[in-house]
C-alpha cells in the first residue's frame, strides 16, 4: 500500500520513454507492458499523451498503436493500483487527483494539478478532473 502511495507522488517526477524510433517506441510499450512494472507504465503512459498533444497541434491523429498501448498501460496501471489501495479501478483516477491538489508542479510554476500529471486518468473519471480530453 505504501509503494503505491509512494508511485501516485512520484508521477510528476517520472520521466517520459521518449523514443523517436517508431519501432524502438512499440517495443518499448511491449516491454512495459509485458514486465507490468507502474513507474515503466507511468513513463509510457506519459510519453504517449505528449506524443498525442503534439500530433493533435500538428492537425494530426493519435496513432492506433499508441492509442492501443495506452489504454492496455492505463488498465494495467489502474488495476495494479487499486488492489494496493484497496480501491475499484474507477476511484483512483480521482484519488491522483486528491493527493495533487495542493502539490507544486515544476512545469506550471503553479500549484494543483496540470494536464500532463492527469493525463493519468482513466476514460471512465476524466469528467471528474473536468479534461475534455478523450482517446479516440
Sequence with gaps: KEEAWNLIKRIP????????????REQNYKEAVRANNPEALV??????????????A????????DA??????????????????????????????VSFASVPFSGGGGSGPDALSFSLC??????????SNRWA
Design 13 to 24: 517526477d517520472i520521466p517520459t520513454a521518449w523514443t523517436n524510433n517508431e519501432k524502438m
Design 43 to 56: 513513463a509510457i503512459i506519459k510519453m504517449i499523451y505528449q506524443r498525442k498533444q503534439k500530433r493533435l
Design 58 to 65: 500538428q492537425g494530426k491523429k493519435c496513432t492506433a498503436t
Design 68 to 97: 492501443r498501448y495506452f489504454q492496455i498501460a492505463e488498465n494495467l496501471l489502474y488495476m495494479e493500483l487499486g488492489v494496493a489501495l484497496e480501491k475499484p479501478k474507477q476511484e483512483i483516477c480521482k484519488t491522483i487527483i
Design 122 to 131: 482513466c476514460s471512465g473519471c476524466r469528467a471528474l478532473s473536468g479534461s
